[in-house]
T-cell receptor, first 113, second 113 residues
């Protein structure tokens, strides 16, 4: 049981490039979410999904797209990377968010030059 | 090393003493609250949770108190150990009809030998 797996662990991009951060969970969790964490701040919710085919925006969705074609995978796409998107990105999942805590991956450290 | 949490408020506690970490939450409609621990270079790890129909919940060496009147949450750690050194975050599910889990800004717990 691997839990929540994020790839890659580290990535450096140039401004304007696009990329996809991968997130996969093997716990059959319906709920998945993406957060970013900047130095000196807590985690901010980017997008979340309550099940396959359903996604919604969080606190800071601009510049990011998501899709949820399967229960297991929830990729995060940066459309045109900007230096302001330099951050650590965490993916999380839970059975249901109403009364169950989320399990987090170990993060992707992304630098935009 | 991990740069997250450079500017977070810090609580310094003597080893063996009890620690109390506080959190003010934002939304009076929030109905589920979670405390997470984050060690350097890792994703947040679940500690304890509480629903809004409760005032107190105890786990192993940890207690969460919820005061809905003033929208305040606290985490008490008994007999603090060196392994408790980390950044602690509270999180809330901000709406009973939605699924957004929003994090607070965090507190760094430092243990003095």
């Amino acid at each position: 049981n691997a839990g929540v797996t994020q790839t890659p662990k580290f990535q450096v991009l140039k401004t304007g490039q696009s990329m996809t951060l991968q997130c996969a969970q093997d716990m059959n969790h319906e709920y998945m979410s993406w957060y970013r964490q900047d130095p000196g701040m807590g985690l901010r919710l980017i997008h979340y999904s309550v099940g396959a085919g359903i996604t919604d925006q969080g606190e800071v969705p601009n510049g990011y797209n998501v899709s949820r074609s399967t229960t297991e995978d929830f990729p995060l796409r940066l459309l045109s990377a900007a230096p302001s998107q330099t951050s650590v990105y965490f993916c999380a999942s839970s059975i249901r968010p109403s009364n169950q805590p989320q399990h987090f991956g170990d993060g992707t450290r992304l630098s935009i030059l | 090393g991990e740069s997250v949490g450079l500017h977070l408020p810090t609580l310094s506690v003597q080893e063996g003493d009890n620690s109390i970490i506080n959190c003010a939450y934002s939304n009076s409609a929030s109905d589920y609250f979670i405390w997470y621990k984050q060690e350097s270079g890792k994703g947040p790890q679940f500690i304890i949770d509480i629903r809004s129909n409760m005032d107190k919940r105890q786990g192993q060496r940890v207690t969460v108190l919820l005061n809905k009147t003033v929208k305040h949450l606290s985490l008490q750690i008994a007999a603090t150990q060196p392994g408790d050194s980390a950044v602690y975050f509270c999180a809330e599910k901000v709406d009973s009809s939605a699924s957004k889990i929003i994090f607070g800004s965090g507190t760094r717990l430092s243990i003095r030998p």
